[in-house]
């Protein structure tokens, strides 16, 4: 069997109407544990960017591999500071939300209790603002449905993510600039 591979931030960026699509026309079951592995790409995706290209990292991030939870891959994100404390417990709920209905002997939605609560504490799209009036920037009429919250919040956390990966993009190019500069001085002043 192959080892499947990661999918790269502008592939998931490509796929991001599809996931539209399953939050907004899918039984709540699919929405949920299809939500769920979406953002599980995008931490995996995250960290393969972030991480020293190599076949230990590919072992690593596997789905054997010890980063190859979505439990690992969030502590890992948070750790390195690649994402804020808000996205990682909202990503602690969303993993409890996703474990609940994929282990519970009979099909759960978001009209039972103890997933409404669940998606009542999600809280990173509460306290996004609108920077120019510091109002919130989702009215609070999207996010009185447990259904509704769940899909904004994994939208926004899905597209943060990516916004984040891409900005590794640009990083590593920069550094990489850099590092070919300081070695071009560095030959310059081993002539002389």
Known sequence: MSKKRISS????????????????????????????????????????????????????????????????????????????????????????????????HLQLDFDKDEVKELCNKLSYVDGMKDGNTDDSLISREYLTLARDKFKLTVVMISQRLMLIGLGLNHEQKYNKAILAKDCFRERRRNRY
Not at 25 to 35: C, G, K, R, T, V
Not at 59 to 75: K, P, T, V
Request: aromatic share 6%; with cysteine; hydrophobic share 45%.
């Open 9 to 104: 931030i502008k592939e998931l960026s490509k796929d991001s109407q599809k996931l539209f699509d399953v939050l907004n026309n899918e039984h709540d079951l699919s929405a949920i544990l299809i939500a769920a592995n979406f953002i599980d790409t995008c931490l995996a995706s995250l960290l393969e960017k972030k991480l020293k290209k190599s076949l230990v990292t590919n072992r690593i991030l596997s789905f054997s591999g010890i980063l190859g939870s979505m439990s690992s891959r969030a502590d890992l994100c948070y750790a390195l500071e690649l994402i804020p404390k808000e996205i990682y417990q909202d990503l602690l709920i969303l993993m409890q939300i996703r474990n609940i209905v994929a282990h519970y």
